[in-house]
């Protein structure tokens, strides 16, 4: 006799998760190797200044907002930051996600003994509260998505495969955790899917950002700083 | 067989007072999800029952499902409910072997067809009958002959509840559970490897009463599979708190935080074993310092791994992942690199134009 829910989380668990890992390595790889080889045209001028500092800089200062830009769009601003935080620290503070991540890469198993730190997991109130206000944060950003006539208008079918690919994960990890409805072994089964299908798809989509972010921008600073500029 | 004495006399030969008797229904009627007005009528029930006949069948299995109900904390009211039935064949607890014991089931059969009880332990093999017999008949060939005249059947413990350890990967005797064979029977599963001596006592004394007790999808009653252990243990603060023990001597382990890491199944496992604990209510697995096997759900054996988290993957994925990493920078040079045989393709094609190649 089988319990069908343990059979789509032992799917989830083995030959699911085998194929959206090698997706997922495969084309993020891909993906920034190209970017890497192709390089950029070499710019012939005399540089003014240093291009790999401002790079470097450029990296970081542009995760700080514009100013005004609050006035400008709120939602795009408040969202946009608390979705990114909230994602960042439900994936990576779960006690569980941790078991993951350490058995991927084997902090406790195969590295050196100095570097087979592990860092602490967080409480269910913050994991939990991270969880709920960054879907909060999708929906109002969905929200200002349809609702602005321009937004709406530069909206690609990506946009919204993204948006829901988003959703999925956070959602289904709240529900199984909490047990909201379901059985406890589906949702379990239903949240490690929506995270496969979220790594199936994320070297085909703009979610290579999470990962790309750092070229364009290094890219960005360092033109400018060949230029004696500031970015 | 000779006449055995009805409950209330039995309970006098034990030293078991009548008061101590009704706590004991009242406590089963309350682990059973019963209202607590019903506790006289289990009482009542118990001791004017008509001792249904009990045929317990032992296939392939581990006698750890008798083990666990004869053992406990001796002499128990448990065992007095056992002796409220009529146990007219069990290998293990009969003293007639051979010609004799099997003769004792046909008569049993034959005195009580229609309305016998059939307790099952073990799985069946259907891969080449002979794997298993008893007295020269085959685990098939019993079961379908002592079903066909049982009123209902229970399946004590995994083997017989899904298959069990026999039923494992690669399952050489082709090991089946009772409700794969018996498909026009009421089929009471009560999984466990083993199941808690309560659980046992309880179904028995819950079928005695009101019949058959609410199932869920599984089979299992809902009053006693009805819940994880993860959300009734009481190291699941730790969990919430997010405090895991690494190892089995860490300072987590002895601290007692949540056993999730060394790979417990509690949530995902549903059984009493939180709540109704072990060995007279001393403690559980967990609170002895291993994670739960999830020995209640189906292929537990083969569910990944005891020790590997639930959030980990139980595949071959690190090949996999390192093969796919290679590959993909193995393409993307080679995408690169067509990319700028294109671009250089291109330049080289470019001819100059100048204006008066376009008044042409």
Redesign the interface.
């Known amino acids: ?3 069908p829910y ?1 059979d789509l ?2 799917w989830a ?3 699911g ?2 194929i959206a ?14 970017i890497l ?2 390089g950029r045209k070499s710019d012939k001028a005399p540089a003014k200044g240093s291009p790999v500092g401002q790079g470097i800089r450029t990296v970081f200062s542009r995760s700080i907002p514009r100013k005004g830009l609050i006035n400008y769009a709120p939602v795009t601003y408040l969202g946009g930051y608390i979705f990114h935080l909230g994602f960042f620290i439900a994936l990576f ?8 991540f350490d ?2 890469f084997g902090f ?1 198993h195969w590295w050196p003994e100095a570097l087979s730190f ?1 860092w ?5 109130v913050i ?1 939990e509260s991270a969880t709920a206000l960054a879907i909060l944060a999708l929906i109002a950003l969905m929200y200002s998505r349809l609702t602005d006539p321009v937004r709406r208008a530069i909206s690609t079918f990506d946009d919204y495969l993204v948006w829901l690919l988003c959703v999925l994960p956070l959602a289904s990890g709240y529900v199984a955790v909490n ?1 909201l409805f379901g059985d ?2 589906l949702m ?1 089964a239903l949240h ?1 899917l929506s995270v496969e299908l979220l790594m199936i798809a994320f070297p085909f989509t703009k979610l290579t950002h999470a990962v790309t972010f750092v070229l364009s921008r290094y890219y960005n600073g360092a033109i400018q700083g060949r230029k004696g500029a500031e970015s | 067989m000779a006449p055995k004495p009805m409950l209330p006399e039995l309970m006098q030969a034990h030293g078991i007072s009548r008061r101590g008797f009704l706590k004991y229904c009242a406590s089963l009627t309350s682990l059973m999800a019963l209202p607590p007005l019903m506790a006289p009528r289990v009482a009542h029930a118990l001791e004017t029952a008509a001792r249904p006949s009990v045929i317990w069948l032992s296939f392939q299995e581990c006698t750890g499902c008798t083990e666990s109900l004869t053992r406990s904390h001796s002499p128990t009211i448990e065992d007095l409910i056992f002796n409220a039935v009529s146990l007219d064949y069990h290998h293990t607890l009969q003293a007639a072997s051979g010609h004799a014991a099997e003769a004792a089931r046909e008569q049993a059969m034959k005195d009580h067809w229609g309305k016998y009880l059939l307790v099952v332990d073990g799985s069946i093999p259907v891969g080449n009958p002979g794997f298993s017999c008893i007295a020269g008949i085959s685990n098939l060939d019993m079961l379908k002959e002592t079903a066909a005249g049982a009123a209902a059947i229970v399946s004590v413990g995994t083997c017989a509840a899904f298959g069990g350890i026999p039923h494992a990967d690669p399952n050489p005797t082709g090991a089946v559970a009772v409700s794969e064979i018996i498909t026009d029977k009421p089929i009471i599963n009560v999984p466990g490897c083993p199941p808690i001596p309560v659980v046992m006592s309880g179904v028995l004394a819950h079928f005695l009463t009101f019949g058959i007790p609410a199932l869920d999808e599984l089979g299992r009653p809902k009053a006693f599979y009805g819940e994880t252990i993860h959300d009734r243990c009481y190291r699941r603060p730790f969990y919430d708190k997010g405090l895991f023990a690494e190892g089995f001597d860490d300072e987590g382990a002895r601290e007692g935080w949540c056993l999730y890491k060394l790979g417990c199944k509690g949530p995902t496992t549903k059984s009493v074993c939180a709540t109704v604990k072990w060995n007279n209510g001393t403690s559980f697995p967990i609170e002895a310092g291993h994670p739960c096997l999830g020995c209640t759900e189906p292929d537990f054996w083969d569910n990944g791994g005891f020790y590997k988290p639930l959030s980990v993957p139980a595949g071959d994925y690190r090949k996999y992942g390192l093969a796919a990493i290679g590959a993909g920078a193995v393409a993307g040079v080679a995408g690169a690199a067509l990319a700028r045989a294109g671009k250089a393709r291109a330049a080289a094609a470019h001819e100059n134009v100048d204006a008066h190649d376009l008044e042409k």
């Open positions: 006799m089988n319990n343990f989380l032992m668990r083995g030959p998760f085998d890992l090698i997706i997922f390595a495969a084309g993020m790889v891909i993906r920034v190797v190209e080889v192709l503070f779960f006690g569980p996600h941790l078991s993951l058995s991927i406790s592990q602490p997991s967080f409480g269910r994991i047990k406890p072994t379990l490690i």
